[in-house]
């Protein structure tokens, strides 16, 4: 499986930006696609996921303020990122666990100014 994660960038808190992410390969017909973020010096954390039924949970460090959306005919997920905050800035991981194996893509840096 790749992962191709796209839409990263430097913008001002209380803006926004859209990330996407590809998936190719032998994806399967059930899986999960996931958006992590790391900060400097902090772990990497859980921010949305979404499986291939349309399932959606986020995680407690963004209380579903990025809503997360896929396109299945695309292998594609979205994360909209609204109303964002210096604390944001973090790279932006996109996964894919399919068949108890779970995939990394290469990141995509958010920066947030304030």
């Known amino acids: 499986v790749q992962l191709q994660a796209f839409g990263g960038g430097l913008v001002q808190a209380g803006g926004f930006l859209r990330l996407s992410c590809t998936a190719s390969?032998?994806?399967?017909?059930?899986?999960?696609m996931s958006w992590y973020r790391q900060a400097p010096g902090n772990e990497r954390e859980l921010v949305a996921e979404?499986?291939?039924?349309?399932?959606?949970s986020y995680g407690d460090g963004v209380m579903g303020r990025f809503p997360i959306s896929r396109d299945n005919v695309k292998n594609t997920i979205y994360l909209q990122m609204v109303s964002l905050e210096p604390e944001d800035t973090a790279v932006y991981y996109c996964?894919?666990?399919?068949?108890?194996?779970?995939?990394w893509g290469q990141g995509t840096l958010v920066t947030v100014s304030s």
């Open positions: 996964t894919l666990t399919s068949r108890g194996t779970r995939s």
């Open positions: 390969g032998s994806i399967g017909s059930s899986y999960i």
């Open positions: 979404i499986t291939s039924g349309g399932s959606t």
